[in-house]
């Protein structure tokens, strides 16, 4: 198959790219040849990493942005001292024989249809949280990674931290004794104000909205959706709890280990002004599983403290004085999760606490190296053994899905029930008709489940 066969018909050509390419056996010393979808913001770090870690050649890049393309491709030149081939179609990653595995930090709308192109393609994947803009479209990347029997990581890379990892385990091992709840928080207000209302206008020159778009039907241009906003617009992302909350929401859901929930609640507001943004900026979700247990979990854009914050110290007798606390309050955290069980709780780099909230006593954990999830991906590429990915398409779904749903539940203003085996809300066509979403002709995502 040419590269003009490929490009004729989209997902027909990949689907037919697929059939050709199983992917390649590596040896032991081989490096992946890694291609990097989306250079701005995140997509920048991958880049970064790949382009000098001895674990890869990277060897394509593409961006919808012509501009930001020359620039990154020459940041590669300088970094690693060759020159990567460039497009701003990704459909022509896709087509190449020399590229093995791709990462993809597109905005969200984007991101299963590139992940599922790639495994059509023959090659393995690490793909932005989070993997889907619905729930139907993780179900097809879910399917995907099985059916071409590709690697699929999932961005949320405390599954690649050693700290969590040993949290997790003492957790499973009872310390806190058995867990009834979760809580995940998404604080950040750093570039999450208001968005003053712009009129559509022509896109920049160096700009190609129609591939910015992609499988979104087609609408103007506005200066409030490009380059970070986007995330505040229900048509591209999937606001905060989908943004920055994803990565808190995969720990809660490692935390419970329960699945999916059977009922779900969501209720907040784009407060404290009134502009073009959608998603709201402040807002609760509560999950509850099947035995009962929850998981809650808050985004605050606006002024906040934090929570979960801890003396850590001891009690000492002074002359004169009595009983004196000495240590320091160290602050919980803005972003992270907590656990609490029938033994005591849990708080994101403060550590475990028993019901006399005194702390509980762990060995420390082996130091993370930096960019961990960069390594495990291109390790699990080479080996293609599953304990080497450590979120995998179903992982990464899971704790997506409760995105979604939360989002599902806050527009309809209303309480839902869930079905975790067949991945539908019970009796309500309303909220199963916001599990998937319209696509641009030559755009759709494939019906793989």
């Known amino acids: 198959m040419n590269r003009r066969t490929f490009l004729g018909s989209s997902a027909t050509a990949v689907t037919v ?14 490096r992946v040849q890694i291609a990097c979808i989306g250079t701005g913001g995140r997509g920048s770090g991958h880049v970064g990493f790949y382009a000098t870690d001895a674990c890869a050649d990277l060897v394509a890049v593409c961006d919808v942005d012509s501009k930001r393309l020359e620039g990154i491709a020459g940041k590669v030149k300088e970094a690693s001292g060759k020159t990567p081939f460039t497009t701003v179609d990704m459909r022509e990653i896709m087509s190449r024989s020399d590229v093995d595995a791709v990462t993809t930090a597109t905005p969200n709308h984007w991101h299963t249809l590139v992940s599922i192109w790639a495994c059509q393609a023959g090659k393995d994947v690490y793909v932005e949280k989070p993997l889907s803009h619905t729930v139907w479209e993780g179900q097809q990347l ?7 029997n590709r690697v699929v990581q999932h961005g949320t890379q405390s599954r690649s931290s050693n700290e ?3 949290a997790i385990k003492l957790m499973r091992e009872g310390i806190i004794g058995d867990i009834h709840t979760a809580r995940g928080t998404g604080y950040k207000n750093g570039n999450r104000g208001q968005l003053p209302q712009k009129e559509d206008s022509a896109p920049p020159v ?28 229900w048509r591209y992302g999937n606001g905060e709890i989908g943004n920055q909350g994803v990565h808190e929401m995969d720990k809660s859901v490692w935390i419970m280990n329960k699945g999916l929930p059977v009922k779900v609640y969501s209720a907040g507001g784009r407060y404290t002004y009134k502009d073009q943004g959608e998603t709201p900026n402040t807002n609760t979700a509560i999950f509850t599983y099947a035995d009962g247990t929850e ?9 906040t403290n934090r929570e979960g914050g801890r003396f850590i110290g001891e009690t000492v007798k002074l002359a004169g004085i009595g009983d004196v606390q000495v240590g320091r309050f160290k602050e919980g955290p803005g972003v992270g999760a907590m656990a609490y069980g029938s033994k005591g709780y849990y708080v994101e780099d403060i550590g475990f606490f028993d019901t006399e909230d005194k702390p509980i006593e762990t060995p420390p954990a082996p130091e993370t ?81």
């Open 17 to 30: 790219a697929g059939m050709m390419a199983s992917g390649k056996v590596f040896g032991a010393n081989d």
């Open 142 to 148: 879910v399917a995907a990674q099985k059916k071409y």
């Open 164 to 166: 969590w990892i040993q």
């Open 206 to 233: 160096n700009l190609n909205w129609e591939l910015w778009q992609g499988p979104v039907p087609d609408r103007p241009y506005n200066d409030n959706y490009v380059p970070y906003n986007w995330h505040w617009f």
């Open 295 to 303: 998981l809650v979990f808050d985004v605050r854009n606006r002024f």
């Open 369 to 449: 190296p930096k960019n961990a999830n960069f390594i495990n991906f291109a390790k699990a590429v080479i080996s293609r053994k599953p304990e080497d990915n450590p979120c995998d398409a179903q992982v990464g779904h899971t704790s997506c899905v409760h995105c979604h749903l939360a989002n599902i539940s806050y527009r309809l203003g209303r309480s839902l029930n869930f079905d975790p085996a067949t991945e539908k809300f019970v009796g309500d066509d309303e909220a199963n008709a916001m599990l998937t979403k319209e696509y641009r002709k030559g755009f759709e995502v494939p019906q793989l489940a």
